[in-house]
C-alpha cells in the first residue's frame, strides 16, 4: 500500500514538473512568437538609438553631420532620419543650386521629431505651395542658434528664398537661449562643453573635462539629476544637464521643458534674461531678413501642456500660479509690434474640434503626430500670400 501510494506520489510531482515545463514552454514560445510579429508588423516597443547625426559646430556647439544616417525611436514611432549633402534634414535632391521658396527655422518641431522627412512641416508647406522649403530645423537648437544657421544658409545656397519662417517653440526655445554656446557633441549626445561621454562594456559614462566620472547608465538614456527623478520627465536621447541647471521657478512642478518655470505667475517674465537673450536673436532674425530682401515670418507653436492644463497638474504644477499663454502672448505681441507677418498656432489648435486636437500631439510624447504637422503646415501656408 505504501509503495502504491509513493508511485502515485511520484507519478503525481512528475505530471506538476510536466505540466510546469509545459507552461513555461508555452510562454516562452508565445514571447517569441509575440516579438516576431513586433518585428514584421513593426509595431511598438521600437528599440532605442543614439540619434548619431551630429557633429561639433565651433559658432552653435552642435549641427547636423551631412550625409548621415540615424533613427528616432519610442513607443508611439519609429522613423528614419538622414541628413542630406548640405547638412539639413531634407530630401537629398536639395542642394546650394536649389532655388528654395522659404527657409523653415525651427527645433525639433521644425526639423520633424517623431516623423518621416516627407511628413515635416517643411516638406507638407512644399507640397501645399508646389514650391521648395528648405529645413533648417534641428532638435534643441535656440533663437540665437536658428539665426545662426539663417546666416549660415543664406551664404550656402546660391539662390535667396522669398521667406524665412520661424517655428518657435514656446515651451523650451525661451530656455534654450541662455545655453547657446555651451554644448558640443561626444559619442552622438549633446553634452555641456568640456564634458565626455565614453562607453565603458555596457555602460555609458559621463565625465568631466577632467575625466572624472559624474554619472553613469545601461540605458542609452542618461538619468536625469537628482531631484527630478519622476515618471513626467521625457528625457531626450540627446543629452544635456544644462536646462535643469537651475531649480524650476515653480519647485512642486518637475515636467521636460521650462514651461512651468517661465509661466510662474509670480515671474516678470517680461524682465527675463529668457526674453532679453530672445527679443535680442529675434531683432537679428528681422534684421538679417530685411538686409536681405527676404520676408520675415514667425509662427508660434505651442506646447500641449499649455493647452491642456491638466497634464502639468498632473505632473505635480501649481496651476492657479500659472499664466499659460505669458509666454505666447509677449511673442505675438512683438510680431505684431514689427509688423511682421505672423500666426499663433495656440487659438487655432484650441478652436479644433475634440476629436481633432486629440490627434494634434503624440500621447506620450510632446512633439506633434504626422496629422499635427500636416494641419500646422496648412495652416502656415495660408499666411504667405
Known amino acids: ?65 551631412p550625409n548621415s544616417v540615424s533613427r528616432r525611436s519610442s513607443w508611439e514611432y519609429d522613423t528614419p532620419v538622414e541628413i542630406n549633402s548640405i547638412g539639413m534634414r531634407d530630401y537629398g535632391s536639395v542642394g546650394k543650386d536649389s532655388q528654395p521658396f522659404a527657409f ?132 531626450s536621447k540627446i543629452y544635456n544637464l544644462f536646462a535643469w541647471a537651475n531649480t524650476p521657478r515653480n519647485k512642486n512642478c518637475q515636467i521636460n521643458n521650462a514651461i512651468p518655470g517661465l509661466l510662474d505667475s509670480s515671474y516678470d517674465f517680461g524682465s527675463s534674461n529668457e526674453w532679453k537673450l530672445t527679443k535680442q536673436a529675434l531683432d537679428d532674425f528681422v534684421k538679417l531678413a530685411k538686409d536681405n530682401s527676404v520676408i520675415p515670418v514667425i509662427a508660434i507653436m505651442p506646447a500641449k501642456f499649455q493647452l491642456n492644463p491638466l497634464l ?21 505681441n512683438y510680431a505684431k509690434e514689427n509688423s511682421l507677418i505672423n500666426i499663433n498656432l495656440a487659438p487655432v489648435f484650441t478652436s479644433l474640434p475634440s476629436e481633432e486636437f486629440d490627434k494634434l500631439y503624440y500621447k506620450i510624447d510632446v512633439h506633434l503626430t504626422p496629422w499635427g504637422n500636416e494641419f500646422t503646415a496648412n495652416e502656415i501656408a495660408k499666411i504667405l500670400n
Open 104 to 235: 523653415l527655422l525651427g527645433d525639433s518641431f521644425a526639423e520633424g521629431h517623431g516623423v518621416n522627412v516627407d511628413q515635416t512641416i517643411a516638406k507638407r508647406l512644399e507640397a501645399k505651395t508646389g514650391k521648395l522649403v528648405a529645413n533648417l530645423g534641428i532638435a534643441s537648437a535656440g533663437t540665437i542658434d536658428e539665426v545662426n544657421i539663417f546666416r549660415r544658409y543664406m551664404s550656402i545656397f546660391s539662390h535667396k528664398p522669398k521667406y524665412a519662417i520661424l517655428l518657435f517653440y514656446v515651451g523650451n526655445d525661451y530656455y534654450d537661449n541662455p545655453r547657446h554656446g555651451k554644448q558640443t557633441v561626444s559619442n552622438g549626445y549633446l553634452v555641456d562643453r568640456g564634458t565626455t561621454i565614453v562607453q565603458d562594456g555596457n555602460w555609458l559614462v559621463w565625465t568631466d573635462d577632467h575625466g572624472k566620472e559624474m554619472r553613469r547608465s545601461k540605458n542609452p538614456q542618461f538619468h536625469p539629476p537628482k531631484g527630478y527623478e519622476n515618471k513626467f520627465l521625457d528625457w
Open 312 to 332: 502639468l497638474s498632473n505632473a505635480g504644477c501649481n496651476i492657479d500660479k500659472l499664466d499659460a499663454y505669458k509666454s505666447i502672448n509677449i511673442l505675438e
Open 1 to 65: 500500500m505504501s509503495e502504491q501510494k509513493q508511485t502515485k506520489s511520484k507519478g503525481r510531482l512528475l505530471s506538476t514538473l510536466q505540466n510546469t515545463l509545459l507552461v513555461m514552454c508555452s510562454v516562452i514560445i508565445g514571447l517569441l512568437l509575440v516579438e516576431a510579429a513586433l518585428w514584421i508588423l513593426h509595431l511598438p516597443p521600437y528599440p532605442e538609438r543614439v540619434y548619431n547625426v551630429l557633429e561639433v559646430d565651433e559658432e552653435n556647439g552642435f549641427r547636423f553631420r
